[in-house]
């Protein structure tokens, strides 16, 4: 006798878009994420509280998405919008006012394709959630396998962009490169 993992009435189940965005904000949610958990190293070089503020900031983004497709539901899906538009709006501000703290307080930082791409994943799930928060409550359904064809191209696309982005990153190509010399910048290092 087998036990069955997911029920497959739920498996036949034609998929609700409500479905196919929650799960995209959960693959957002991953994405940034990883790029972020790639970085936590450097920052942690730079200075402790960095790396503290980016090893939550992904912990706290992969609970979320485990959270969101485990049970969602408008309260979780409203915290991941705010929270997510939060860490845009610090990465805005340090790119434009300055680092707000740590030995870096006030240099701004240059935008580099992994933490653009972050900060587009966060964005993207905060508009999303809040649009299946704010949405009517109807069940538009999109068939089982266009909601899985769905589900499976919004995956490759956020996996291979966080791929390109985790590649860029670790070939030297994130934040604090000088491309005008070529070379890097750690923050709180005397310049001449």
């Not at 790029?35 to 942690?44: E, Q, S, Y």
Request: hydrophobic share 55%.
């Amino acid at each position: 006798m087998t036990a069955a993992i997911w029920p497959t009435s739920q498996l036949a189940a034609p998929l609700t878009l409500r479905a196919v965005v929650v799960t995209a904000c959960a693959l957002l949610s991953t994405g940034a994420a990883v790029i972020h958990f790639a970085v936590l190293g450097d920052h942690w070089d730079e200075w402790w509280g960095y790396g503290l503020f980016f090893g939550l900031a992904a912990w706290l983004q992969l609970a979320w998405a485990a959270a969101i497709v485990a049970r969602p539901s408008s309260k979780l899906m409203i915290a991941g919008a705010v929270g997510s538009f939060a860490i845009a709006v610090l990465w805005l501000v340090t790119r434009t006012g300055g680092v707000p703290a740590g030995p870096a307080f006030g240099e701004r930082e240059t935008a580099a394709f992994p933490d653009v791409l972050a900060s587009v994943f966060e964005v993207l799930l905060g508009l999303s959630a809040f649009a299946v928060v704010a949405a009517p409550a109807t069940k538009l359904t999109l068939g089982r396998w266009v909601g899985g064809v769905a589900i499976v191209a919004l995956a490759a696309g956020v996996v291979a962009l966080t791929t390109v982005g985790l590649i860029a990153a670790s070939s030297g190509g994130g934040h604090g490169e000088e491309e005008s010399t070529g070379t890097t910048h750690e923050h709180g290092a005397d310049q001449p």
